[in-house]
């Protein structure tokens, strides 16, 4: 019924930039906070940046100064656009959302994931 999916990701040289986009669709009725994840081989996903609804953002601490979340409300669509790509930020990137549905007469808020999208950073 909803579904996110990532695109944007990519092979990138040590230093260079690239945007992901993540769309939401299906009966959607509001999306509260999205958010960006990341996980490496053998290593457990680890939180990138959230953004409210209200465009209140946050940022872990390795990415501060490098990436920016933003968000197009009226699309349903968060990105991050990721600059001075370093060789450890290599990961499956995933973004998730916290999305009001309705199923029948109940409302119900559910965390949604996307499939996520390969960021490779080689020279």
């Known amino acids: 019924q909803v579904q996110l999916v990532e695109s944007g990701g990519g092979l990138v040289q040590p230093g260079g930039s690239l945007r992901l986009s993540c769309a939401a669709s299906?009966?959607?009725?509001?999306?509260?906070?999205m958010g960006w994840y990341r996980q490496a081989p053998g290593k457990q996903r680890e939180l990138v940046a959230t953004?409210?609804?209200?465009?209140?953002?946050n940022y872990a601490d390795y990415v501060k100064g490098r990436f920016t979340i933003s968000r197009a409300n009226a699309k349903n669509t968060v990105y991050l656009q990721m600059n001075s790509l370093k060789p450890e930020d290599p990961a499956v990137y995933y973004c998730?959302?916290?999305?009001?549905?309705?199923?029948?007469?109940?409302?119900?808020?559910?965390?949604?994931w996307g499939q996520g999208t390969q960021v490779t950073v080689s020279s």
């Open positions: 953004i409210t609804s209200g465009g209140s953002t």
């Open positions: 299906g009966s959607i009725l509001s999306i509260y906070t």
């Open positions: 998730n959302a916290e999305i009001l549905t309705r199923v029948d007469v109940l409302f119900q808020a559910k965390t949604y």
